[in-house]
C-alpha cells in the first residue's frame, strides 16, 4: 500500500474526480426512473469522459502545436498533441445534440402519457397491451 501516497493520489485528481463523476452519472441513469434525471446522469457520464480525454492529452510543459511564422521548428520544444482536443469539441456537440434529442423525446412522452415516470409508462403501455389483447385476442398476438 505504499503506492498510494498522498503526493499520488493528488497527482491523480484529475482521475479520482472522472471515476466519480462517471460512477455517479451511471448510477444515476440506472437506479432514477425520471426520464429528465436520466438525462441528467447521461450528462454527467459524457463530461466525465470528456475530462478523461482531455487529461490524457495534457503533456506537461507542452505548448499549443502551432508552427512559428518564420517555419524556423526548435527541437527541444514540447507540444502537446491536439488531437484528444478536437475529438472532445466534436463530442460535445454530438452531447448537446443528443441532450437536446432526448429532451424534446422527453416532451412528447409527457405529451402522450401525462408523466416522464419511467415506471408509470411502463404500467400505462401493460394496461394498454391487456386492452388490446382482450379486444382483439389472437390477431394481436394474445393466446386467447
Aim: glycine share 10%; hydrophobic share 50%; no cysteine.
Amino acid at each position: 500500500m505504499d503506492q498510494f501516497t498522498l503526493p499520488f493520489i493528488i497527482g491523480h485528481l484529475n482521475y479520482w474526480l472522472f471515476t466519480l463523476l462517471m460512477m455517479t452519472g451511471l448510477y444515476i441513469v440506472v437506479a432514477k426512473g425520471n426520464l429528465v434525471k436520466k438525462i441528467v446522469g447521461l450528462n454527467m457520464f459524457q463530461t466525465s469522459v470528456f475530462m478523461l480525454y482531455i487529461s490524457m492529452g495534457k503533456v506537461t510543459g507542452g505548448t499549443a502545436p502551432i508552427f512559428p511564422i518564420d517555419m524556423q521548428i526548435d527541437p527541444d520544444v514540447v507540444y502537446s498533441n491536439p488531437l484528444p482536443h478536437v475529438l472532445i469539441l466534436t463530442a460535445i456537440v454530438v452531447g448537446i445534440a443528443t441532450t437536446a434529442l432526448g429532451l424534446a423525446l422527453i416532451v412528447r412522452i409527457r405529451e402522450e402519457y401525462h408523466t416522464i415516470e419511467e415506471g408509470l409508462i411502463q404500467k400505462i403501455e401493460l394496461e394498454k397491451a391487456t386492452r388490446e389483447i382482450r379486444e382483439f385476442g389472437e390477431v394481436m398476438g394474445g393466446g386467447e
